[in-house]
């Protein structure tokens, strides 16, 4: 598994730690970003990134479900209920 990038773990733990600060993953990411000096490259998964973009970063799996929920993003990827349906 790779190294997750500087600072990362360290925000979401912070979040863990401090739920007050959660909000701004929606409204102010860039204010947490700072503060843990997350590059700009990462900035853009941790925005808009999926649970394997996230876990491709090396961050902890736990920790990637974390900052998902918090974000507002889905945790798994979703299909048609149909899917089941036509399979009978």
């Known amino acids: 598994m790779a190294t997750a990038p500087q600072g990362v773990h360290e925000l979401i733990e912070h979040l863990i ?3 007050g600060d959660r909000g701004l993953i929606r409204t102010s990411p860039d204010v947490l ?5 997350i590059s700009a490259d990462v900035r853009e998964v941790l925005r808009t990134g999926g649970r394997d973009d996230l876990a491709r970063l090396g961050i902890h799996p736990n920790l990637v479900i974390k900052w ?10 979703f299909f048609p209920i149909d899917y089941y349906f036509a399979r009978r």
């Open 33 to 37: 970003f700072e503060r843990f000096g």
């Open 68 to 77: 998902l929920i918090w974000s507002g993003r889905p945790t798994m990827p």
């Open 17 to 19: 730690e401090t739920p």
